[in-house]
């Protein structure tokens, strides 16, 4: 067979492809610089710097050895100074960028040029196109899809494109903008992009645009610039992974990250030969730590390990004795070897099934020097806080043995147990060099493992364990092993699954689900429900009443982490404090223990509705233990005047801009290609402009906002040329020193994944943030508040606002029909209103009525909820009376109806800060003196109780026909008379001109009207009770005097003081803050469709903020102030450090030294 040949001369001009014979060895016998090998490994290129060109090899038809070359040809690519990067599909689609390379010190500098190059080498070497052309490509790579993904800078940018072509021009189909701030670091084949910010690394999943932090260094990185920065990520950072781990190389350190628990299990030393033989066993491992250890590092090229892995090919001459070792390289399945110029393949799967063999000394340094092994197994000093705080325990063992990937053996042993329900006395399984015993006396229960170095030496008993019975009976059903260390055995109270941990040599129980399988036909039916499926069901409730299994939980991270939720509600629902405490303490003290290990705490903010409802002590608790959370050094930045950086958060996220790259390379071609077309849309653009100028803008600003549209591209349209130039004229900006806080509130915020989207509509399910609103401790700390300021930002101001303005249509439309004069507006135009205003008020009762039926006691317990109802259904009921009876005669409806809407245009205010703290201050007021309020109508009913006893009237009487009696009470004797004054000064006794009464003449005829009597009373105006004599009626004077003095003087005052305590005491953020996540929570709800509550950019896992650094030292010293600050808490004394802030430790005063200066004072 020939080669390919890629022939790549420094000349100026185009591109031409010339024919040329098979040359006798690969690029002229020079040397080769790169590999490449295509995402299922099925074709292979290489690359020589010296000799400029560029081979292909078929890899797909060769098993192991040298592989064969494929079709030779020469490619002439002028203007080309170097290659940078190149990759190949299985389908022989060439892609390399090249240009001139700016390199200071061996680094290429960001404002290098590099330019994109494709090729059908299967179809003729003919030139592939792209739709956008890209001046500065750094990197490139095919998916397993065969997709073609490019990074390009200094404006980084992801470019995904399709496989098909057409006319051999390749369309994008996905296009993903990366902030500035974050250096590029590689792009696996199954879509994973990963970056590097502030000492992490992130995991971006293209297909579900996912991401998740791997790695997190608590040795903060030093450099002086991004480009020393750059260097560093692109000569230590290697990233290897599959569906269950991901491995992270940094310098000489490997850290694998499990991707299920989302945590770190072990650090690698790669110069360790005694890690590595224990690491390169684990068959799900290997094909991930092989890649990551080429080329070798020169202290462990020539080491055992080594010798071990390569020995058998230098045996059977595959390589030389004295073979280099950089010239190897290795993907997931194969390794290629560069041999005289010419490629041969390694089975690396085979290598992987031979190492046993190849690690035979291994086992015997495992099972002597266990200890040794494991002192620097887990985290060295870079990434643990302190050498007591992980337990010798092989953890990425149980991940590895994880029984939930054996689900097939574990259905075995369930369907053999049923052919042959018989309980055993004792069963063993031999396995290698393990053999276990299963013992049940009756009285008790053991389990015994033996192991042995080699076929020919004795057993020996590692470890065992001993579990006595209460009751004597027989419970063994059968045994299955999962591997060497793991073993499943059916007993009559379900499956227990045991893990042998080698390093302590203890056993530990891993899997545990409580059943009672008393019979052959309950056990077949429990597995024909339950374990017949293909994944293994999570343990039931009742197997965490089993103290042994709780305990396993709690001492085991990995256990934790899966059933930490279900084992934490079980202990608050049980009201078991003790048990609340421990798990609490130990999710705080493993996420203390290393950054990364948020997801710890998501074990807590899951069950915080059930902690607020039964212990909120743990709440206000965990509020301050996880205050300020460092995510990232201080750093400056650039924010603008009008916004303030400073609580401000965000989400490390990416952001998709297809349809946006998609538009602007559409205007791009008609402004080079089709100038006329082009103005002529530029025009019309601005026309269609002018008269909408204020929706314009809003309408860019929310896009913008959202990320569909982005200034960083150049754009060619009127559309977005305006916005940006006006913006660019008034954006002011200033630097500032931030700093990245992590909010702790992990998965607070996120709703369940299943769900029916009827049954959302009518009665949504809710997240631990909607359940949790009213919690005063959880907006006492500005995670609180950051996590408030992310959900208005993200989405909650933009439908306020729409509700608003609907509300602000049925406001104008009832008012205007209520309130224009009839001459003013016909009445066709009045009827309209009055129809719009009933559609309006019955959608925006609507959204009450589904409150309702979500929590009616809720709903109830929210007074505003009853104002809004009330708002809604007047000027309904007011509309529908109006338009049925066609006659204005509802005049004292329509005044309430007005009232009650203008009202609750006013309490939208409540939303904005510089007036909800008012209306917050308001009902929380209201709410702490209500029983002051009863007391105080209770007592204003027992005074207009007996001034209605004393002065109601004793004689009937009519106010039409005087009535002439000596009743006192009697409305015509209070009634106002005039009498006619003779010439002679005399008066006629007899009334000359009555006034007649009327229903305030005398207030105290009925009960209702001498309520109202003693409220004006209240109120200062005690006209209800001049009419009568207080000389002739002592009695009433007597009352008076008691309700001034009692009411009046000393309860009003009263009032007034508790109203002064209330609104200091309330006269915070905290209650303005409940006020606005009530408000959130409410939109959630009912205004959001189902399937947005599980977006993950509105609703993600986690969430950062930024803090002004100047701010935060003035927090941190209030805080330290107020004894509010944890002096053993190193993440907080990192902080410490940061600012530069000396603790002041207020030690305990010695009772004994204080006694004695008492004393000495007494003297």
Same mark, same amino acid.
């Given at each position: 067979?020939?080669?390919?040949?890629?022939? #790549?001369?420094?000349?100026?001009?185009?591109?031409?492809?010339?024919?040329?014979?098979?040359?006798?060895?690969?690029?002229?016998?020079?040397?080769?610089?790169?590999?490449?090998?295509?995402?299922?490994?099925?074709?292979?290129?290489?690359?020589?710097?010296?000799?400029?060109?560029?081979?292909?090899?078929?890899?797909?038809?060769?098993?192991?050895?040298?592989?064969?070359?494929?079709?030779?040809?020469?490619?002439?690519?002028?203007?080309?100074?170097?290659?940078?990067?190149?990759?190949?599909?299985?389908?022989?689609?060439?892609?390399?960028?090249?240009?001139?390379?700016?390199?200071?010190?061996?680094?290429?500098?960001?404002?290098?040029?590099?330019?994109?190059?494709?090729?059908?080498?299967?179809?003729?070497?003919?030139?592939?196109?792209?739709?956008?052309? +890209?001046?500065?490509?750094?990197?490139?790579?095919?998916?397993?899809?065969?997709?073609?993904?490019?990074?390009?800078?200094?404006?980084?940018?992801?470019?995904?494109? !399709?496989?098909?072509?057409?006319?051999?021009?390749?369309?994008?189909?996905?296009?993903?903008?990366?902030?500035?701030?974050?250096?590029?670091?590689?792009?696996?084949?199954?879509?994973?992009?990963?970056? +590097?910010?502030?000492?992490?690394?992130?995991?971006?999943?293209?297909?579900?645009?996912?991401?998740?932090?791997?790695?997190?260094?608590?040795?903060?990185?030093?450099?002086?610039?991004?480009?020393?920065?750059?260097?560093?990520?692109?000569?230590?950072?290697?990233?290897?992974?599959?569906?269950?781990?991901?491995?992270?190389?940094?310098?000489?350190?490997?850290?694998?990250?499990?991707?299920?628990?989302?945590?770190?299990?072990?650090?690698?030393?790669?110069?360790?030969?005694?890690?590595?033989?224990?690491?390169?066993?684990?068959?799900?491992?290997?094909?991930?730590?092989?890649?990551?250890?080429?080329?070798?590092?020169?202290?462990?090229?020539?080491?055992?390990?080594?010798? /071990?892995?390569?020995?058998?090919?230098?045996?059977?001459?595959?390589?030389?004795?004295?073979?280099?070792?950089?010239?190897?390289?290795?993907?997931?399945?194969?390794?290629?070897?560069?041999?005289?110029?010419?490629?041969?393949?390694?089975?690396?799967?085979?290598?992987?099934?031979?190492?046993?063999?190849?690690?035979?000394?291994?086992?015997?340094?495992?099972?002597?020097?266990?200890?040794?092994?494991?002192?620097?197994?887990?985290?060295?000093?870079?990434?643990?806080?302190?050498?007591?705080?992980?337990?010798?325990?092989?953890?990425?063992?149980?991940?590895?043995?994880?029984?939930?990937?054996?689900?097939?053996?574990?259905?075995?042993?369930?369907?053999?147990?049923?052919?042959?329900?018989?309980?055993?006395?004792?069963?063993?399984?031999?396995?290698?060099?393990?053999?276990?015993?299963?013992?049940?006396?009756?009285?008790?229960?053991?389990?015994?493992?033996?192991?042995?170095?080699?076929?020919?030496?004795?057993?020996?008993?590692?470890?065992?364990?001993?579990?006595?019975?209460?009751?004597?009976?027989?419970?063994?059903?059968?045994?299955?092993?999962?591997?060497?260390?793991?073993?499943?055995?059916?007993?009559?109270?379900?499956?227990?699954?045991?893990?042998?941990?080698?390093?302590?040599?203890?056993?530990?129980?891993?899997?545990?689900?409580?059943?009672?399988?008393?019979?052959?036909?309950?056990?077949?039916?429990?597995?024909?429900?339950?374990?017949?499926?293909?994944?293994?069901? !999570?343990?039931?409730?009742?197997?965490?009443?089993?103290?042994?299994?709780?305990?396993?939980?709690?001492?085991?991270?990995?256990?934790?982490?899966?059933?930490?939720?279900?084992?934490?509600?079980?202990?608050?629902?049980?009201?078991?404090?003790?048990?609340?405490?421990?798990?609490?303490?130990?999710?705080?003290?493993?996420?203390?223990?290393?950054?990364?290990?948020?997801?710890?705490?998501?074990?807590?903010?899951?069950?915080?509705?059930?902690?607020?409802?039964?212990?909120?002590?743990?709440?206000?608790?965990?509020?301050?233990?996880?205050?300020?959370?460092?995510?990232?050094? #201080?750093?400056?930045?650039?924010?603008?005047?009008?916004?303030?950086?400073?609580?401000?958060?965000?989400?490390?996220?990416?952001?998709?801009?297809?349809?946006?790259?998609?538009?602007?390379?559409?205007?791009?071609?008609?402004?080079?290609?089709?100038?006329?077309?082009?103005?002529?849309?530029?025009?019309?653009?601005?026309?269609?402009?002018?008269?909408?100028?204020?929706?314009?803008?809003?309408?860019?600003?929310?896009?913008?906002?959202?990320?569909?549209?982005?200034?960083?591209?150049?754009?060619?349209?009127?559309?977005?040329?305006?916005?940006?130039?006006?913006?660019?004229?008034?954006?002011?900006?200033?630097?500032?020193?931030?700093?990245?806080?992590?909010?702790?509130?992990?998965?607070?915020?996120?709703?369940?994944?299943?769900?029916?989207?009827?049954?959302?509509?009518?009665?949504?399910?809710?997240?631990?943030?909607?359940?949790?609103?009213?919690?005063?401790?959880?907006?006492?700390?500005?995670?609180?508040?950051?996590?408030?300021?992310?959900?208005?930002?993200?989405?909650?101001?933009?439908?306020?606002?729409?509700?608003?303005?609907?509300?602000?249509?049925?406001?104008?439309?009832?008012?205007?029909?209520?309130?224009?004069?009839?001459?003013?507006?016909?009445?066709?135009?009045?009827?309209?209103?009055?129809?719009?205003?009933?559609?309006?008020?019955?959608?925006?009762?609507?959204?009450?009525?589904?409150?309702?039926?979500?929590?009616?006691? /809720?709903?109830?317990?929210?007074?505003?909820?009853?104002?809004?109802?009330?708002?809604?259904?007047?000027?309904?009921?007011?509309?529908?009376?109006?338009?049925?009876?066609?006659?204005?005669?509802?005049?004292?409806?329509?005044?309430?109806?007005?009232?009650?809407?203008?009202?609750?245009?006013?309490?939208?205010?409540?939303?904005?800060?510089?007036?909800?703290?008012?209306?917050?201050?308001?009902?929380?007021?209201?709410?702490?003196?209500?029983?002051?309020?009863?007391?105080?109508?209770?007592?204003?009913?027992?005074?207009?109780?007996?001034?209605?006893?004393?002065?109601?009237?004793?004689?009937?009487?009519? +106010?039409?026909?005087?009535?002439?009696?000596?009743?006192?009470?009697?409305?015509?004797?209070?009634?106002?008379?005039?009498?006619l004054i003779f010439e002679n000064g005399t008066m006629d006794s007899n009334p000359y001109i009555i006034q007649p009464p009327n229903g305030n003449t005398n207030m105290f005829v009925n009960f209702s009207t001498s309520l109202f009597a003693m409220y004006k009373f209240l109120t200062g105006d005690s006209s209800a009770l001049s009419n009568w004599s207080y000389a002739d009626n002592p009695s009433l004077a007597i009352l008076i005097v008691l309700f001034s003095l009692l009411i009046v003087v000393y309860l009003m005052n009263l009032l007034i003081g508790l109203l002064n305590n209330a609104i200091e005491k309330d006269n915070n953020r905290v209650s303005y803050l409940i006020q606005k996540a009530e408000i959130l929570a409410e939109i959630e709800l009912f205004y959001l469709f189902p399937h947005q509550r599980r977006w993950k950019t509105w609703f993600p896992e986690v969430i950062y903020y930024y803090t002004d650094a100047d701010k935060t030292h003035e927090k941190v010293k209030e805080m330290i102030k107020n004894d509010e600050w944890d002096t053993d808490d190193k993440l907080k004394k990192n902080l410490l450090e940061l600012l530069n802030i000396e603790q002041v430790v207020n030690k305990p005063v010695d009772e004994a030294i204080l006694r004695k200066i008492l004393e000495e004072m007494k003297n």
């Amino acid at each position: 067979m020939g080669e390919i040949s890629v022939k #790549i001369d420094n000349e100026i001009d185009e591109t031409d492809v010339i024919d040329i014979n098979n040359s006798k060895l690969p690029h002229n016998g020079k040397p080769i610089a790169k590999i490449e090998v295509s995402p299922n490994e099925k074709y292979l290129v290489t690359y020589s710097r010296e000799d400029n060109s560029i081979v292909g090899w078929n890899v797909e038809d060769k098993v192991e050895g040298q592989i064969e070359l494929d079709q030779p040809f020469k490619l002439s690519n002028k203007n080309e100074d170097t290659l940078h990067h190149m990759c190949v599909s299985d389908d022989k689609k060439l892609v390399y960028t090249y240009g001139i390379q700016n390199r200071i010190q061996g680094v290429i500098n960001i404002c290098s040029i590099f330019l994109l190059a494709m090729y059908d080498m299967m179809n003729d070497n003919s030139k592939i196109e792209v739709d956008c052309g +890209f001046k500065n490509c750094q990197y490139c790579t095919f998916n397993l899809k065969g997709e073609l993904i490019l990074y390009c800078y200094p404006n980084p940018t992801i470019y995904i494109y !399709s496989s098909k072509t057409k006319n051999n021009k390749w369309k994008h189909t996905k296009t993903y903008w990366i902030p500035v701030q974050f250096i590029f670091i590689t792009i696996s084949i199954n879509n994973k992009l990963y970056l +590097f910010l502030n000492d992490s690394i992130y995991e971006w999943d293209l297909d579900t645009e996912k991401v998740i932090k791997i790695f997190d260094n608590y040795k903060e990185i030093k450099y002086n610039n991004k480009l020393e920065l750059q260097r560093y990520v692109e000569k230590n950072i290697k990233i290897t992974r599959n569906e269950n781990f991901a491995c992270i190389k940094t310098k000489n350190k490997i850290i694998i990250y499990t991707i299920e628990l989302e945590i770190h299990v072990a650090s690698l030393d790669i110069n360790n030969v005694t890690q590595l033989n224990m690491f390169i066993k684990h068959p799900d491992l290997c094909p991930l730590l092989f890649p990551l250890l080429f080329p070798l590092s020169n202290s462990i090229q020539n080491s055992e390990f080594w010798e /071990k892995c390569l020995g058998h090919l230098k045996r059977s001459d595959q390589l030389l004795k004295n073979f280099p070792q950089n010239n190897i390289h290795v993907t997931s399945k194969n390794a290629f070897i560069i041999l005289d110029g010419k490629i041969r393949k390694i089975d690396l799967e085979k290598m992987i099934l031979n190492r046993n063999s190849l690690f035979k000394d291994s086992n015997e340094l495992n099972y002597n020097n266990s200890d040794e092994i494991i002192e620097n197994w887990y985290f060295d000093n870079d990434f643990k806080v302190n050498e007591g705080s992980y337990e010798t325990d092989d953890r990425l063992n149980i991940l590895l043995s994880n029984p939930y990937m054996y689900t097939d053996i574990i259905h075995v042993l369930f369907q053999e147990v049923i052919s042959n329900y018989v309980y055993k006395d004792k069963l063993e399984k031999i396995q290698n060099l393990t053999k276990w015993v299963v013992i049940n006396t009756g009285q008790d229960f053991e389990l015994q493992v033996f192991k042995k170095f080699d076929d020919s030496s004795e057993w020996s008993l590692i470890s065992s364990i001993i579990e006595p019975y209460q009751v004597k009976i027989k419970r063994l059903l059968g045994i299955k092993l999962i591997n060497d260390n793991t073993i499943i055995i059916l007993r009559r109270y379900g499956p227990h699954i045991y893990h042998l941990n080698e390093n302590n040599k203890s056993i530990s129980l891993i899997y545990f689900y409580y059943m009672d399988l008393y019979s052959e036909k309950i056990l077949s039916d429990i597995y024909n429900r339950i374990f017949s499926k293909p994944t293994l069901p !999570s343990p039931n409730r009742n197997s965490y009443f089993i103290d042994k299994w709780v305990t396993s939980i709690k001492n085991n991270k990995e256990l934790i982490l899966k059933y930490g939720v279900e084992l934490l509600i079980f202990a608050i629902t049980k009201h078991d404090l003790e048990l609340v405490d421990d798990i609490y303490k130990r999710c705080i003290r493993y996420f203390k223990e290393e950054k990364n290990n948020c997801v710890f705490l998501s074990i807590i903010t899951s069950t915080m509705p059930l902690l607020d409802e039964h212990y909120p002590e743990f709440i206000s608790k965990y509020s301050f233990d996880t205050a300020m959370v460092m995510n990232s050094p #201080i750093y400056n930045t650039r924010y603008h005047k009008r916004s303030s950086y400073h609580l401000h958060p965000f989400q490390i996220e990416i952001i998709n801009l297809s349809w946006w790259t998609k538009y602007n390379e559409l205007m791009g071609r008609l402004y080079n290609n089709y100038k006329k077309i082009f103005w002529l849309l530029y025009v019309v653009q601005i026309l269609i402009i002018i008269p909408f100028l204020p929706i314009y803008f809003a309408t860019f600003y929310i896009l913008l906002k959202y990320g569909l549209v982005n200034r960083s591209f150049r754009t060619y349209d009127a559309l977005t040329s305006l916005y940006f130039y006006v913006d660019n004229i008034f954006s002011e900006f200033k630097n500032a020193s931030v700093i990245v806080f992590v909010n702790p509130y992990i998965n607070f915020v996120a709703y369940p994944k299943d769900y029916n989207w009827f049954s959302e509509l009518i009665k949504p399910q809710s997240s631990p943030f909607v359940k949790t609103t009213m919690n005063k401790d959880i907006y006492k700390t500005w995670n609180g508040e950051s996590l408030i300021n992310f959900k208005w930002d993200t989405y909650g101001k933009y439908y306020y606002a729409i509700i608003w303005t609907g509300f602000m249509a049925l406001l104008v439309c009832f008012t205007a029909a209520a309130t224009i004069p009839q001459e003013y507006i016909d009445e066709n135009v009045q009827k309209q209103l009055l129809i719009t205003s009933i559609i309006l008020g019955f959608i925006h009762l609507t959204f009450e009525i589904r409150q309702i039926i979500y929590d009616p006691i /809720k709903w109830i317990r929210d007074f505003w909820n009853i104002f809004d109802v009330i708002a809604y259904v007047l000027p309904i009921i007011s509309s529908i009376i109006w338009l049925k009876t066609n006659e204005m005669n509802i005049i004292p409806l329509l005044s309430f109806s007005c009232l009650f809407l203008d009202i609750k245009f006013l309490l939208f205010f409540r939303a904005i800060e510089y007036f909800g703290v008012y209306f917050a201050i308001m009902i929380s007021v209201a709410q702490q003196i209500v029983s002051f309020l009863v007391v105080l109508f209770i007592i204003i009913i027992s005074f207009a109780h007996a001034f209605y006893i004393l002065l109601i009237p004793r004689s009937q009487y009519s +106010f039409d026909e005087r009535t002439n009696n000596n009743d006192p009470n009697n409305p015509w004797n209070l009634a106002n008379t005039y009498n006619l004054i003779f010439e002679n000064g005399t008066m006629d006794s007899n009334p000359y001109i009555i006034q007649p009464p009327n229903g305030n003449t005398n207030m105290f005829v009925n009960f209702s009207t001498s309520l109202f009597a003693m409220y004006k009373f209240l109120t200062g105006d005690s006209s209800a009770l001049s009419n009568w004599s207080y000389a002739d009626n002592p009695s009433l004077a007597i009352l008076i005097v008691l309700f001034s003095l009692l009411i009046v003087v000393y309860l009003m005052n009263l009032l007034i003081g508790l109203l002064n305590n209330a609104i200091e005491k309330d006269n915070n953020r905290v209650s303005y803050l409940i006020q606005k996540a009530e408000i959130l929570a409410e939109i959630e709800l009912f205004y959001l469709f189902p399937h947005q509550r599980r977006w993950k950019t509105w609703f993600p896992e986690v969430i950062y903020y930024y803090t002004d650094a100047d701010k935060t030292h003035e927090k941190v010293k209030e805080m330290i102030k107020n004894d509010e600050w944890d002096t053993d808490d190193k993440l907080k004394k990192n902080l410490l450090e940061l600012l530069n802030i000396e603790q002041v430790v207020n030690k305990p005063v010695d009772e004994a030294i204080l006694r004695k200066i008492l004393e000495e004072m007494k003297n």
